[in-house]
């Protein structure tokens, strides 16, 4: 994954409550495995001329902003990876699906809840099609009047993000002397070439 650190850009409004994985992926399109070119089928039913996505200023937005409980539903990864492929690299909200919000760290994707005061502060500034900054580092949203707001990130979260690390690349960075040592030791048999196999199968 690519990391995030900073994201500058404007933030397209898609404010209706309560959207599901099946709006947000429809279930036809789920045996679409590829994540590459996932991203044209996000929101397939409501594309349109009207939808934000598709109209300036929003087009090429990489900031979702979103109503209250976006993404429930289903446990389809790919209600995200449409996201990312569409260029989302952050959905700002005040509630979200539990499976959707730990999803979205696994493709590179910042969900941030924000409380009502704030989130309306941020609804405004994505309606007028202006840029919102965000500082992953600082954990701050900075509005283009001067307002900062903060969001929570756990550590280990934000890790990932930063660094560009899905749940198996932090594995792989963190454990590499042990599982270089685990290779180094395993039994012979465990390293079966196919020399070895046709010697063992009698072939």
Do not use: Y
């Not at 429809?26 to 996000?42: E, I, T, V």
């Not at 349109?48 to 209250?68: M, N, Q, R, Y």
């Not at 209600?79 to 590179?108: H, M, P, Q, T, Y």
């Not at 198996?168 to 590499?176: F, K």
């Amino acid at each position: 994954m690519n990391p995030l650190r900073t994201l500058c850009s404007t933030a397209a409004p898609v404010l209706q409550n309560a959207i599901d994985t099946d709006v947000i992926f429809p279930a036809r399109f789920l045996l679409l495995m590829d994540r590459d070119g996932l991203g044209k089928h996000a929101f397939a039913d409501w594309r349109g001329t009207d939808f934000p996505l598709d109209t300036a200023p929003w087009k090429g937005s990489e900031i979702l902003v979103v109503g209250e409980n976006f993404g429930t539903g289903s446990s389809r990864e790919q209600a995200v990876w449409c996201l990312a492929d569409l260029g989302i690299r952050c959905v700002i909200g005040r509630s979200f699906g539990e499976i959707f919000f730990s999803n979205c760290f696994k493709s590179g994707v910042l969900p941030i809840r924000l409380a009502e005061g704030e989130i309306t502060q941020v609804e405004a500034v994505a309606q007028a099609g202006k840029k919102i900054e965000i500082d992953v580092a600082t954990q701050e949203i900075r509005l283009p009047d001067g307002v900062t707001l903060s969001f929570d990130l756990d550590a280990h979260r934000k890790r990932m993000l930063l660094e560009g690390l899905d749940d198996i690349g932090l594995v792989l960075e963190d454990h590499a002397a042990e599982i270089t040592q685990f290779e180094k030791n395993r039994p012979n048999w465990l390293n079966l070439t196919r020399d070895r196999f046709d010697a063992l199968t009698g072939r």
